[in-house]
């Protein structure tokens, strides 16, 4: 069996299933308290991103930040709005198929319930797990290079173009990378970021054709992978940043980063990126689940490693299936509630083996009513278009093929 690889946030999941238990109900006739509790599950769910210089806007580090926030939380966490997380909920008996799932158990639920419940105690200190340690500076390590775009000046408000900001790599041979992490210098008006290899002797009219290489978006923008997998950076080429800003009131300047790692020696397997996609469509005003897909045959074996769905504000479910060659489909993932504000890949535990002449499968539903509360609106008919009161239907598939030897 092939190894699993590590994904984006994957080094920061791991020091968190490392470094916390998991939570556990109170036994009938204690109390539950934070230190001894609470903290716990703060740790594996919550503190990843709701943490000092993290991507969420407070933190819920200590006992005061999180007693002061136990309404909302409970309120959050009744909703299913956090942790963020969208995929069809499975047995929760059984582990994920997901690496980087943060959905609480219903034991964690019921603790943190248990302990507004009785009055939010402290409790004792002594009992409290040991504090995560994160990284200081690049999430993935000590970087071999980093790449800096120029600078991007945000306006305060309304809509802005996407910004396409061109790297030459100059490396002097080919290389092939482990890691890589896109890091925004204003990571509050930073929606999402494609970054597409640009090979020598291809230009920017040929990036349509072209694939992501890596993406940021919050809470997703480090990628490592496992010994033996690589993307492939070619001697010459140019990282083309795709710039997804969204002003928030206050003008600002951006200048995004993107750092490597490169392997030890050329890997056993090529990490690529396909997309189903599909730009003909036309969502009719006031339609509230208009259907649309798109599919792709698979000319050889493949290893998935995970799918990243990407509609706009309409946005409103998305599928992958696989359908074999003898027409029977399965489920591969399934997003009930796609939301737009969380651009998350979702990433197997152990690849995903799909056989050669399967017909992979993406479908996506959109609300163009007056339901939708997002709808910019619902009188026109929305069709393909970069900016977010246009639509996409894009299904990104990340996998890995062996690689060929010269």
Known sequence: MMKRR???LSLLTALIVISCPLAVAA??????NYHGDVSRLMQKHCIRCHREDGGAPFALETFEDVEANAPMIQEVIRRGTMPPWFAASGDD???SQWVNDPTLPEVDKATLADWIKSGRQE????????????????????????????????KATGVMPYEYLVI??????????????????????????????????????DLNQ?????????????????????????RGSKLVLSMHYTPNGTATVDQTEIAVQFTKKAPEFEVRTASLVNTDFTIPPGAENHKITATVKLPRDIMILGYFPHSHLRGKAARYEVISRSGKSDILLDVPGYDFNWQLFYEYTEPKSIRRG???????????????????????????????FEEMHLGYVEFVVPRRRN
């Open 6 to 8: 590590s994904g984006p």
């Open 27 to 32: 036994d009938k006739g204690s109390v539950v």
């Open 93 to 95: 008996s059984k582990e």
């Open 123 to 154: 409790g004792d200190v002594a009992d409290a797990p040991e504090s995560l340690a994160y990284p200081d500076g690049w999430n993935i390590g000590n970087p071999d290079a980093v790449f800096q775009a120029r600078e991007v000046s945000v």
């Open 168 to 205: 030459q790599t100059d490396e002097k041979s080919d290389q092939w990378v482990q890691s890589v992490q896109i890091r925004p210098s204003s990571p509050e008006v930073v929606h999402h970021v494609l970054v597409m290899m640009l090979p020598p002797g291809k230009s920017a009219r």
């Open 210 to 234: 072209i694939d992501y290489w890596a993406a940021y978006a919050p809470g997703n923008g480090t990628h490592i992978y496992a010994d033996g997998y690589g993307r492939k950076m070619p």
């Open 358 to 388: 399967s017909t992979l499968k993406y479908t996506a539903w959109y609300d163009n009513s007056e339901n939708n509360p997002a709808n910019p609106d619902p009188t026109k008919a929305v069709r393909w278009g970069n900016q977010t």
